[in-house]
């Protein structure tokens, strides 16, 4: 191995001139002793004082000066390392000389070095070692490649360097790291190099990459990119504390100006207004979402920037007040005694079973998942069957508070949104309204007679109900009056509907439906004993002892005195016989304790109610037909009779709709197309004119449903053939004769069972209708399940004739034409 002179030159360090010495010992380069430096980087011809912290950087500092013998100083890869060894230093370093160490006042010591050739480690020591310093090397000399004395390029790169140092000490603003380097005019550019290499303040690893080049023009360059780089550290820097500052300057403004609002509302109004002060109190408690918090605190601002003679000031402080009304993170816990559940739905409600089953599904659903979503029911039935109490129930089963939105007769859609608070008068939505009634975030709300919306020039509620029943986007939903976005995800939203005919097909994807149908004479009485009379007698205070009602009285009540599917009417005439019965009390009159049916007439008067039974089967042409209404199930007649003439054939009467009339027409043309299969003279046809007439004139009626009965009373009027006795039918007819199937089956079934009808026809694809409905519904009734026309007329049309018949002739010219023969 060998070494090579280097060019030294007197260098200043601060105010210390080092002149090193020549005579001193070469180095071993098989077995050169380690000094190992934390984040330090020496490069050749600079001498350096540095910082001695560890034992064993002393001890081989101590042991060089002594011997003389020169150290191969290496940079740590890693300096938070205490013991690194080869393999976690920097392979390339320097020789260096240890001129002098100095042991320090505060008990620290540092160490003179000076080093001379640029070396790189190749392993570990081969030569013969020497015991006493801790580590050794076997080193290799890397030899500098400097360039031509009038090398331009490497000239203007170390101007570059200059120019930068001067930059960086002018944005240094103090800091002694730029302040202290003095390079003398007349020094060797490339002695200067290495002397700021190891000075300036660069990365550790652009100094590890400059020790490791070996041309000095490429080690040139990185250093001027380092200082680049430093460079605008300092100015992203500077323009961050500049910015700081201006925004603390802007704070600091803000700050006194308000101090001084503050004295000025405090002269002239007192000290600060006590709602403000409540307002903050409160908001402070309150569990606002990050979005909601902001909003408050700027609208908070607002408020204090307004004179509290303001009309703003009122406006303003009643919105922050509705704000903090809202129930924010306030979730009432979950009743998930599930056997106490069942028994509130039950006390609550007699029947339903179905409806029942379903609610229970759902509360199932939320004991088991909590946090889960919960849809949107629908109740659909006909008045007085219990849809909005079941709503209460529902929400005394589950434990959270119940509210309720009456939603009938609206027209305005900021019913539902709310207003904008640009209006005078402006509040918040109904949605809102229940929600801060409610005062948690998951309560159950009640829709209330959703069908009954309307749309008018203010909007289409039903459409803002989209946003309201859609569980994907009412966790965001905006009400136009609290302006900032609200969780509804929670709520347990039940609608009610008389009938879904009204409701647009979008809120109708919305919702699940489930169906409440009337109830049976036998269920109403139950409902009367159970649940009616004894609210009544409470709430009236009269003693069960004073007043009972027979099983027989209440269905007389229900037979003769109502006529509905549900119980309002019902509970209406049971509130009269108990009325009568304290009146009487007081006027000291007898009045019967137990009430029988032959009573009923002198307390609620003469029966208000004929309801439509079965008339028999005596006259030819009258067939009774089942008809679905928004009130339940009902049973009609229809009609054909005929008369001799040569005009129109088919006359229509009863107010029935266009549906109905073509359904009539279909009947007329089957009949017509197959008439001598059901052995009726086709010239009949053109003597005779047919009037089809359906009861109660005064009563719109339309729909299918009485296709097959049509055609039945048609076939009957000119067969004058009886009808099976006890029977009714319902089905839609088509000109092939094809029967096909219609809705509202349970509620027609419960009106045949009210009439006495027996015997039902159906179309095959209503059996399943059939199968889904109550065993108790059915009991008594003979279902026949058809599937065309001739199968109808093969049950309800009997061989023989109705009595005294009417004789059908074709024309007159026939018949004179047979007196002759």
Request: glycine letters at 6%; proline letters at 5%; hydrophobic letters at 40%.
């Amino acid at each position: 191995m060998s070494s090579h002179n280097n060019e030294h030159t007197s260098i200043h360090v601060g105010q210390i001139e080092i002149h090193p010495d020549a005579n001193i010992r070469r180095p071993d380069m098989d077995a050169l002793p380690v000094l190992a430096t934390r984040n330090l980087v020496l490069f050749p011809g600079v001498p350096m004082p540095i910082n001695i912290e560890r034992e064993v950087t002393l001890s081989t500092a101590r042991l060089a000066q002594e011997t003389g013998v020169p150290v191969g100083v290496f940079c740590q890869l890693d300096p938070s390392d205490d013991n690194p060894d080869l393999n976690r230093l920097n392979q390339y370093g320097v020789v260096a000389h240890v001129l002098k160490v100095f042991d320090l006042p505060d008990g620290s010591h540092a160490a003179f070095l000076h080093a001379t050739d640029r070396v790189k480690i190749t392993g570990p020591a081969t030569g013969e070692t020497n015991g006493a310093f801790p580590m050794r090397c076997s080193a290799e000399t890397e030899r500098d490649v400097k360039p031509r004395k009038n090398d331009r390029g490497f000239a203007n790169t170390m101007a570059a360097i200059q120019e930068m140092i001067k930059t960086l000490q002018s944005h240094s603003d103090g800091n002694q790291e730029f302040m202290m380097l003095q390079i003398p005019d007349d020094a060797d550019p490339r002695v200067a190099l290495n002397f700021l290499c190891t000075q300036l303040p660069v990365a550790l690893a652009a100094k590890m990459r400059m020790i490791g080049e070996g041309n000095m023009k490429e080690r040139a360059r990185i250093l001027l990119e380092a200082l680049a780089e430093r460079e605008q550290m300092m100015q992203v820097t500077e323009k961050i504390k500049s910015n700081a500052k201006a925004n603390f300057e802007q704070q600091q403004r803000r700050a006194f100006l308000q101090n001084q609002l503050a004295a000025v509302r405090q002269e002239l109004y007192g000290d600060e207004d006590e709602d403000i002060a409540t307002l903050r109190r409160k908001a402070e408690e309150t569990a606002f979402t990050e979005s909601a918090q902001k909003h408050f605190a700027h609208e908070l601002e607002k408020l204090t920037r307004l004179s509290q003679q303001s009309p703003e000031y009122n406006v303003q402080y009643s919105y922050l007040e509705t704000l903090l009304s809202l129930p924010w993170g306030v979730v009432s816990p979950l009743q998930k005694n599930f056997g106490q559940a069942t028994k509130i739905l039950d006390n609550a409600h007699y029947g339903l079973r179905k409806v029942k089953e379903r609610v229970l599904e759902q509360i199932a659903v939320m004991i088991n998942n909590p946090s889960g979503k919960s849809p949107i029911l629908c109740l659909v039935g006909p008045p007085g069957v219990g849809k909005t109490s079941l709503g209460a129930a529902i929400a005394s089963a589950l434990g959270r508070r119940y509210e309720r939105v009456s939603l009938g007769g609206l027209h305005d859609e900021a019913e539902i949104r709310g207003h904008r608070r640009t209006y005078i008068g402006a509040m918040p939505g109904r949605i809102m309204e229940a929600m801060r009634r409610a005062g948690t975030t998951n309560p159950v709300l009640l829709l209330d007679e959703v069908d009954k919306i309307g749309a008018d020039f203010k909007g289409d509620p039903s459409a803002a109900l989209l946003e309201v029943l859609d569980p994907e986007q009412n966790c965001h939903f905006h009400d136009n009056y609290i302006d900032v976005d609200y969780d509804l995800s929670k709520v347990l939203f039940i609608a009610t509907a008389n009938t879904l005919s009204t409701l647009s097909q979008p809120l109708l994807d919305r919702m699940e439906i489930i169906e409440l149908s009337g109830y049976l004479l036998e269920e109403k009485v139950e409902i009367a004993r159970g649940h009616i009379i004894p609210r009544l007698l409470k709430e009236y205070n009269v003693d069960r002892q004073q007043l009972s009602l027979s099983r027989d009285a209440i269905a007389a009540i229900i037979d003769r005195y109502t006529g509905e599917s549900g119980v309002r009417q019902l509970e209406k005439a049971l509130a009269a016989v108990v009325r009568k019965s304290v009146l009487n009390k007081l006027q000291c009159n007898k009045f019967p304790s137990r009430i029988a049916p032959s009573h009923l007439d002198s307390i609620l008067g003469v029966p208000r109610y004929t309801r439509e039974r079965y008339e028999g089967n005596d006259f030819a042409g009258v067939v009774t037909g089942l008809a679905w209404t928004a009130a339940g199930g009902e049973i009609l007649f229809i009609e054909a009779a005929l008369t001799r003439s040569k005009g129109e054939k088919l006359t229509l009467t009863g107010n029935l709709g266009n549906v109905m009339k073509e359904s009539a027409a279909i009947a007329m043309q089957y009949v017509k197309a197959h008439a001598e299969e059901y052995g009726i003279e086709p010239a009949l046809f053109d003597s005779y004119q047919l009037h089809l007439h359906v009861p109660e004139g005064a009563i719109p009626k339309d729909g299918p449903s009485a296709g097959i009965t049509m055609a039945t009373a048609i076939v009957s009027a000119f067969t004058q053939r009886r009808i099976a006795p006890r029977l009714a039918m319902t089905g839609e007819i088509t000109l092939r004769g094809k029967v096909m199937p219609v809705g509202g089956i349970k509620e027609k079934i419960l009106a045949a069972k009210r009439a006495g009808i027996t015997d039902i026809i159906l179309s095959e694809e209503n059996r399943k209708d059939i199968a889904d409905i109550e065993k108790q519904y059915l009991d008594g009734l003979v279902f026949h399940h058809v599937n065309t026309v001739k199968e109808v007329f093969d049950i309800a049309l009997l061989p023989e004739l109705v009595p005294n018949p009417i004789v059908l002739k074709a024309t007159e010219k026939e018949e004179n034409n047979t007196e002759k023969c």
